[in-house]
């Protein structure tokens, strides 16, 4: 067996330690890691699954010497942990790394020149002493005693964690949920981590699990596999997954032999009420239960809706009256479209108007609220997204706001306080972007509205469905519950722009046209040709940086949105993000508030990433970064709301120069750069495409291969997802 501290030109096999210099890399998934270490036999490069580390930790791996052919001798680890700081040099890095708010590197540097190597045991036991160090006074000194201190309770858990793959953000989730008993727990039953903690999953579970020791077959690891399985198939929009594809996928994902173990673990999680079982058109469907009872319950209230008289407050509306008051004293003349969906939306319990930009949804709305206001009718306008209500109050004049606000969302609780108990006070509740519903929103809804009141839908139904789980605006559709109005012509100030006109060449199944517009004319739509994905991306950096700004007077910030199908790839939003942050706010050591890769600085642009109910930040909304510490905490402005991060919630936050197409979902934007390559190819579909042309106001821009865009205008044929809501409602409709 070798020494702790083998040399570098040391035997193959054995164990390497040293201090933490710099992570240099660490995979998305946290699977793969490079480290630099300061070993005793010199600096050395370790390389596997390494946990996270901070400058100044010790690691100690397992493994061997191998030779690499770019980077010579590497010490590849098949295990690791990690352990304290004890030289003066490692603690300074330590503190330095941002370890205990408010101490940066120059503050820990005279802090270990004062203490050298009894420098924790000073912070342990005497804090008080800090007061002689330059630099820190008594306010200085409360908040660092009050930092660590707050870490003693916890120190030993996270060695624990951390030691076993765990970042520090994951184990600070993972010690507020569990406290002391984390230890306990997780020795247990590891899966609990993707279970009961947000951002962990089953993969890291999965590692956690076999590092202890535990059997690929321990029906623990069987029944959290199977969940892991029914999340994904809700992550792609289904509501359910048919059960013998759950345990054939779950059987693949596992490598479990037999189909008997994986049965008895699926019977174990129904039993612990983990998964149901349903079987609404004959087939045997798992479900989440959460899922299970929004569809039956969105199913039973839209039968009940659908069999309603319709709005209560205007039974004898004389409709045609109403449209010559409109024309006269709202100028507001419709079309004969307008017209029908207009008198649906009066006289149906549940209305669907739908159709692509330009054909007068908005105009449709601004009608029915003037005529609402006009006969004394309640109302309320709402969509899925602040930044759609935000829109929809724009257009129309009333009032509007998100879906979560109106319902009263209570985060501390986890529930709307409007529903059948407590419903709104409205005669008529329009929803705008209705194809952003998913089933459990969806529910929500339907159980809030008062008897007698009605529902409007507003939507396009050839953009991208929801986000969550379910396809409610197609199924309503589907049901035969909705008295549907699909708006198809275009006007004619929509008409003149090619935005408009290529987006529904695109919906028709029509390659647009991509030849650049006659010199002097002016386009709103353009398509820049490049083959190489590294020569269209630095084309979509000067496109943000500085061609838009200087033609049309955009700020590349706050104006200019890049949208990319996928996150991989140098087109993709990791490499974009990457690219344009170097371009538009490269990085100031000064203000550095991050670990590695996921780095933010001061102005970057941000999104967030999870509805935030608390602080009224949602889903795909954007902001600034305007404030970080070296402890982790960033502090963003969202529209002239700040709203502060510390460290274990920053995966709530990514880079947003440039997003994905499903997160712009709801938005607008005054101009849309779009990379267009075949590079995603298993994400070049109609609806996508569609969807990010739509999000502009003022201009799109697609950069890439003609062929790519005939990909995806071709392929009509979107992932499919799995959902009964549409054959649950059509069982309800037809039952006595």
């Not at 008594?138 to 624990?160: C, D, F, G, N, P």
């Amino acid at each position: 067996m070798t020494s702790l501290f083998d040399p570098p030109s040391g035997p193959d096999e054995g164990t390497l330690a040293g201090t933490v210099a710099r992570e240099v890399y660490r995979s998305p998934d946290g699977g793969f890691s490079v480290v630099r270490l300061d070993t005793e036999a010199g600096e050395a490069t370790v390389t596997g699954p390494l946990p996270p580390v901070q400058e100044g930790e010790t690691l100690e791996a397992e493994g061997e010497w191998v030779h690499d052919p770019r980077h010579g001798r590497q010490f590849k680890a098949r295990s690791a942990r990690v352990k304290a700081p004890t030289s003066a040099d490692a603690v300074a890095r330590f503190l330095a790394s941002g370890a205990v708010e408010g101490v940066g590197p120059a503050l820990a540097e005279r802090i270990v020149n004062a203490f050298g190597d009894e420098t924790l045991a000073v912070l342990s036991q005497h804090p008080e002493r800090l007061l002689e160090v330059q630099g820190i006074g008594k306010k200085k000194l409360r908040a660092i005693a009050e930092s660590w201190e707050a870490q003693r309770a916890t120190r030993e858990v996270m060695l624990y964690l951390r030691g076993h793959g765990l970042g520090p953000a994951l184990a600070d989730k993972v010690y507020q949920r569990f406290g002391a008993d984390a230890v306990r727990v997780l020795d247990e039953d590891p899966y609990v981590l993707a279970r009961e903690i947000e951002g962990a999953g089953f993969l890291t579970a999965d590692r956690l699990a076999r590092a202890l020791g535990f059997a690929p077959d321990d029906p623990r690891r069987l029944r959290a596999g199977l969940l892991h399985v029914a999340h994904q198939a809700l992550a792609q929009g289904s509501t359910a997954v048919p059960a013998e594809q759950l345990l054939e996928q779950a059987a693949a994902a596992l490598h479990a032999e037999g189909p008997g173990a994986l049965e008895e673990a699926l019977h174990e999680a129904r039993a612990a009420g983990h998964l149901e079982l349903d079987a609404p058109e004959g087939e045997p469907l798992v479900y989440l239960p959460g899922v299970l009872r929004a569809e039956r319950g969105a199913a039973r209230l839209t039968a009940a809706l659908a069999r309603a008289p319709g709005l209560r407050r205007l039974p004898a509306l004389d409709v045609e009256a109403e449209l010559a008051w409109l024309a006269e004293r709202e100028g507001l003349a419709l079309s004969p479209g307008q017209r029908e969906a207009l008198r649906a939306a009066l006289s149906a319990p549940l209305a669907v108007v739908t159709g692509g930009p330009g054909v007068g949804k908005t105009t449709v709305v601004r009608s029915l609220v003037a005529l609402l206001r006009r006969h004394g009718a309640s109302f309320a306008l709402a969509a899925p997204t602040g930044r759609a209500a935000k829109r929809l109050e724009e257009a129309t004049g009333a009032e509007a706001s998100t879906v979560h606000r109106l319902l009263e969302w209570d985060p501390h609780g986890g529930g709307f306080a409007r529903d059948a108990s407590a419903p709104l006070d409205v005669d008529l509740l329009v929803v705008d972007e209705a194809s952003m519903l998913d089933v459990r929103l969806y529910h929500a809804v339907v159980r809030a509205l008062p008897p007698g009141a009605s529902l409007v839908l507003i939507g396009d139904r050839d953009q991208l469905p929801s986000v969550g789980p379910g396809n409610v605006l197609a199924d309503l559709m589907a049901s035969g519950a909705a008295r549907v109005v699909e708006l198809r012509e275009v006007f004619r100030q929509a008409a003149s722009s090619r935005i408009v006109l290529s987006a529904h060449e695109i919906n028709r199944g029509r390659v647009p046209d991509l030849s650049a517009p006659e010199p002097g004319v002016a386009s709103d739509f353009f398509f820049v040709p490049r083959e190489d994905p590294q020569a269209a991306q630095e084309v979509i950096v000067r496109l943000v940086k500085e061609r838009i700004p200087a033609r049309y007077g955009l700020d590349p910030f706050l104006d200019v949105q890049v949208l990319a199908p996928m996150h991989k790839g140098v087109c993709g939003t990791e490499g974009l993000n990457a690219a344009l942050k170097r371009a538009l706010n490269p990085p100031d050591p000064r203000e550095e508030a991050s670990e590695g890769r996921a780095r933010l600085d001061v102005g970057d642009k941000v999104m967030q990433l999870r509805n935030d109910y608390e602080n009224e930040v949602f889903n795909g909304d954007v902001g600034r970064v305007v404030h970080t510490e070296p402890g982790g905490l960033v502090v963003v402005d969202f529209e002239g709301r700040e709203v502060s991060y510390a460290r274990s919630e920053r995966s709530r936050l990514a880079l947003a120069y440039c997003a994905t197409v499903h997160k712009a979902q709801g938005s607008e934007y005054p101009a849309v750069v779009v990379p267009v390559l075949t590079e995603h190819f298993v994400m070049l579909e109609r609806n996508l495409l569609y969807t990010a042309m739509t999000r502009a106001r003022r201009l799109v821009v697609l950069v890439g291969q003609r062929r790519a865009v005939e990909l995806a205008v071709g392929n009509d044929r979107p992932r499919q997802r799995l959902s009964a809501l549409a054959a649950r409602v059509r069982a309800a409709l037809s039952a006595p």
